[in-house]
Nanobody, 125 residues
Framework: QVQLVESGGGLVQAGGSLRLSCAAS????????MGWFRQPPGKEREFVAA????????SYADSVKGRFTISRDNAKNTVYLQMNSLKPADTAVYYC??????????????????WGQGTQVAVSR
């Protein structure tokens, strides 16, 4: 079992920054790949970023490359999403997800079997 709790969402003006955190508890965090996904209003959930178990590999959606950075601190059982140069199109509920199979880079929803409750990010013009 893996429990995930996101935090750090909020309202920000376009061009601003936010850092999301996802605290994990349960089985060994340091051996599992983690991902961030988001669901914009009225749309399907989509991939944002993923990071491998040791942080050596990352992957990003084209829409956030160069603006968002995913990282993890295995000593704190936490994964982060630093979001810079935010745009109104980034408005969404952001979800943290885990692939408990271990040692993977989860870039698709079907890769992930544990999900957080989501945190709202709203970017105003």
């Amino acid at each position: 079992q893996v429990q995930l709790v996101e935090s750090g969402g909020g309202l920000v003006q376009a061009g601003g920054s936010l850092r999301l955190s996802c605290a994990a508890s349960g089985r060994t965090f340091s051996s599992i790949g983690m991902g961030w996904f988001r669901q914009p209003p009225g749309k399907e959930r989509e991939f944002v970023a993923a990071i491998s178990w040791n942080g050596a590999m990352t992957s990003y959606a084209d829409s956030v490359k160069g603006r968002f950075t995913i990282s993890r601190d295995n000593a704190k059982n936490t994964v982060y999403l630093q979001m810079n140069s935010l745009k109104p199109a980034d408005t969404a509920v952001y979800y943290c997800a885990a692939d408990s199979r271990g040692f993977t880079l989860p870039t698709m929803e079907d890769d992930c079997d544990y999900w957080g409750q989501g945190t709202q990010v709203a970017v105003s013009r």
